[in-house]
């Protein structure tokens, strides 16, 4: 059972620096996110364990070399944030690029004045407000001229509009939010816009006859995404890789007669197997 004396000793040890009801503890990675009562004393919190995988993304090398935007989609606890620092380690030193990262609650590079050693050479801007992530997003491509943009759970419709403008601006994106499959963020109010958005278009008696179709409405999508290639982390030893988002988001509105491909990826401890799919099944 959890006493007072608990509660109180592990808060005696955290940042003082508390947003969205959760901080960093000490110079550390690891995470509290602390639980009110009605009467504003704390009735309870949540540890999370940060972890470092070193090499984690080296398979991902191809994809970080191309320059191309990378979205990484996986339900919480996952290892999106873990492959999201290894990502920012192996672009800021490996490859030498100019990486800034957006980070929300001090939650990839520590709470530390310094960015955690995992993340490599790259610089961090903290957000001190989930809400006003978007505005840090946009102001560290205006402001700090980097090559890429690093950035963890993007949930809104304005995180949405400002990868579109980052990627649009011509800045590598690299980004996680929460879903499972590609399939869900198509359907998402918030996230469709990271694939481009969709709308319902009217289509007249010809175009139904050329496309095949019985149906005169039909959804479409509006721009390109925001992200090129999307990574489905399925679990930590299971990724699924679309490495054309703008025809796989095309296949789940049912708008190509071809199916696309997806790549998965199975990690074991001996080494690790590859799989081509079609997209959907």
Not at 97 to 121: F, L, P, Q, Y
Not at 180 to 203: A, M, Q, R, W, Y
Request: charge should be negative; hydrophobic fraction near 35%.
């Amino acid at each position: 059972e959890i006493t007072e004396e608990d509660i109180q000793y592990i808060m005696a040890r955290l940042n003082p620096d508390i947003f969205n009801n959760r901080c960093s503890i000490g110079n550390t990675l690891h995470r509290c996110s602390i639980i009110y009562h009605t009467n504003g004393e704390i009735n309870g919190m949540t540890i999370r364990v940060s972890r470092i995988v070193e090499g984690i993304s080296q398979v991902l090398d191809d994809i970080l070399e191309s320059g191309k935007s990378l979205l990484l989609l996986g339900k919480p606890g996952v290892g999106k944030t873990t492959l999201l620092r290894d990502i920012s380690y192996r672009l800021s030193t490996i490859h030498n690029k100019n990486v800034m990262i957006v980070d929300s609650t001090s939650e990839i590079a520590g709470a530390h004045r310094r960015a955690h050693h995992c993340v490599g050479e790259s610089r961090r801007m903290a957000v001190m407000d989930k809400k006003t992530q978007f505005k840090t997003m946009i102001e560290a491509v205006e402001n700090h001229t980097p090559e890429v943009i690093i950035i963890d759970e993007m949930g809104t419709i304005n995180d949405a509009k400002a990868a579109v403008s980052i990627n649009e601006r011509g800045v590598q994106l690299i980004g996680t939010a929460h879903g499972i499959h590609l399939e869900d963020l198509v359907n998402s109010p918030e996230l469709k816009h990271l694939l481009g958005d969709n709308h319902s278009v009217i289509l007249s008696a010809q175009e139904c006859k050329s496309l095949g179709v019985e149906s005169k409405t039909r959804n479409e999508r509006k721009k390109d995404p925001a992200f090129q290639v999307c990574i489905e982390i399925i679990s930590k030893s299971h990724w699924r890789i679309h490495y054309d988002v703008a025809k796989a988001t095309d296949a789940c509105l049912h708008l190509c007669n071809e199916r696309t491909r997806v790549h998965s990826i199975d990690f074991y401890e001996n080494g690790l197997r590859t799989t081509v799919e079609v997209f959907p099944s």
